[in-house]
């Protein structure tokens, strides 16, 4: 039996992470989710964002984490978001940003004439090193002299295992190409490592293709012809933007899930949309990013059937148009998690 740390967090993450824990109740009912209180809530009353036992539990008494999203307007700066976000994925070396991109239905795609076979790839987000480490600082700040520097760190070791899970998971799906994205041209050094990285750990996988693009070139191709793409490795800045990118294809946050996973350890599921303030307590968000999460996570877990049946139940109500209006339809958030559920049979 596994067992589920649910993190519901702040704003709309509390309702989207509702809908996802009634459908992970109707496809799993044997599944333990166990609710964690951190969020803003928890925070302002007491200070605490999570200890270091607190990771220290996740990672010795769970199988994974469920997490809706972080964010509170009442906390400037967010840094309970932060610490708490940063800290499992730092300190839980949560080293693959895994994000799937996967058309549900052609109209949700902005591009012309492009159908559902043509957008379903993957990208590999290195998750805890290149400029989100924090290296750098700031000399005459406040001046007109000011300057600042914020380095990009790449290790070999880190570089090397998101490529090789980029590898793994082209040769256990039977994908033909790995595509490598960095910007070689312009940073020579951190390029220079990725590439030859790449080149060394592709040796290993020879019926697997592979190609190292430019950033600026994968954006563009994304957008014109995003059938060529199977899976993406990048590093965490252009994978950052590639995922947006690549989410803005296939009908944009409401739709859009994440895992950030340590292959073998306890790894963290999360839609990829934040608290959204602006719309939390209305029950206009869309769980659906939510909910593919949980599917995301249950085929991480090894049950791929429970997520193919949700994923299956997610598209039929998206065909239907039985959705919140961000994707055209007029249900709540609760009625569109019922949607779903009445679809699991
Ligand atoms: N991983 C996370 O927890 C995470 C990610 C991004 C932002 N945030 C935090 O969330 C807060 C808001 O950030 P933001 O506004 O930049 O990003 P956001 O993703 O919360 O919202 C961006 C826009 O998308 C809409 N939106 C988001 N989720 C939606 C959903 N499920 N259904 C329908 N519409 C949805 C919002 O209404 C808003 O207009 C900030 O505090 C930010 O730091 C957290």
């Known amino acids: 039996m596994a067992r589920v740390a649910v993190l519901p967090g702040d704003g709309v993450g509390k309702e989207v992470t509702r809908e ?8 799993r009912p044997e599944l333990e989710l166990v609710e964690w209180p951190h969020g803003a809530h928890r ?29 509170d307007p009442r906390v400037p700066g967010n840094e309970h978001a932060r610490q708490i976000l940063l800290g499992m994925r730092f300190k839980l070396d949560l080293f693959i940003n895994f994000r799937p991109v996967r058309l549900l ?13 043509d957008l379903d790839f993957v990208i590999f987000r290195e998750n805890t090193e290149g400029v989100y480490v924090g290296m750098g600082g700031t000399f005459k700040q406040g001046t007109p002299d000011e300057v600042a520097v914020q380095e990009d760190m790449n290790t070999r070791k880190g570089v090397e295992r998101i490529i090789r899970a980029a590898f793994d998971y082209a040769r256990a799906h039977g994908h033909s190409r ?50 060529r793409y199977q899976v993406i490795v990048t590093g965490n800045l252009f994978g950052d933007i590639l995922s947006d990118l690549g989410a803005a294809l296939v009908g944009g946050l409401g739709l859009t899930a994440s895992g950030n ?13 934040g608290s959204a303030p602006d719309i939390a307590g209305q029950d206009t968000a869309n769980p659906l990013a939510a909910i593919l999460t949980a599917a995301l996570m249950l085929r991480h877990l090894g049950d791929d059937d429970s997520a193919a049946r949700i994923e299956a139940a997610v598209q039929a109500a998206v065909l239907a148009g039985e959705t919140t209006s961000d994707l055209g339809g007029t249900l709540g958030t609760v009625a569109a998690g019922e949607a779903v559920l009445r679809r699991l049979g």
């Open 178 to 227: 790995v595509t490598l994205s960095d910007k070689a041209n312009a940073m020579e050094f951190a390029g220079g490592l990725w590439r030859r990285v790449f080149a060394e750990v592709a040796r290993e996988y020879p019926e697997i293709e592979r190609e190292a693009l430019y950033v600026d070139m994968l954006a563009m191709d994304l957008v014109r012809r995003p059938e």
């Open 261 to 273: 996973i340590h292959p073998g350890r306890v790894s963290l599921f999360e839609p990829v949309h």
């Open 20 to 27: 996802a824990a009634r459908v992970l109740r109707a496809v």
């Open 43 to 71: 925070f302002l009353e007491s200070g605490e964002t999570i200890t270091d036992a607190e990771l220290g539990e996740l990672s010795s008494s769970y199988d994974a984490i469920l997490l809706g999203a972080l964010g």
């Open 105 to 117: 239905h052609e109209r949700l795609c902005p591009l012309k004439g492009k159908t559902v076979e």
